[in-house]
Nanobody, 123 residues
């Protein structure tokens, strides 16, 4: 069983930056694909970013050039650096993990989820 815990959310002004962290349990962390998703009130959960065990990265078009995902396997932690934040980035951000490479852009394919951390961007 893999347990995930997000941190780093908060209330910021547009144009500001935040770094989200996701701490994961388990000695097999380095084998997992790690992803970030977000969900705003009344909307479906959407893909934000993912990173494979080989550190290939993937981003939603809406965050390309602004967000950066990284991982530190020694610390069992994945990060999401968010720059140039916009009000439309406001959502609960979830960390997720999956054991296989296929379907990394789709939330239904992920096996484990954190509890979420709120990011609110004011204008």
């Amino acid at each position: 069983q893999v347990q995930l815990m997000e941190s780093g959310g908060g209330l910021v002004q547009a144009g500001s930056s935040l770094r989200l962290s996701c701490a994961a349990s388990g000695r097999t962390f380095s084998r997992f694909v790690m992803g970030w998703f977000r969900q705003a009130p009344g909307k479906e959960r959407e893909f934000v970013a993912a990173i494979t065990s080989g550190e290939s990265t993937f981003y939603a078009d809406s965050v390309k050039g602004r967000f950066s995902i990284s991982r530190d396997n020694a610390k069992n932690t994945v990060y999401l650096q968010m720059n140039s934040l916009k009000p439309e980035d406001t959502a609960v951000y979830y960390c997720a993990a999956k054991s296989r490479l296929l379907g990394i852009l789709h939330p239904n394919e992920y096996d484990y989820w954190g509890q979420g951390t709120q990011v609110t961007v004011s204008s």
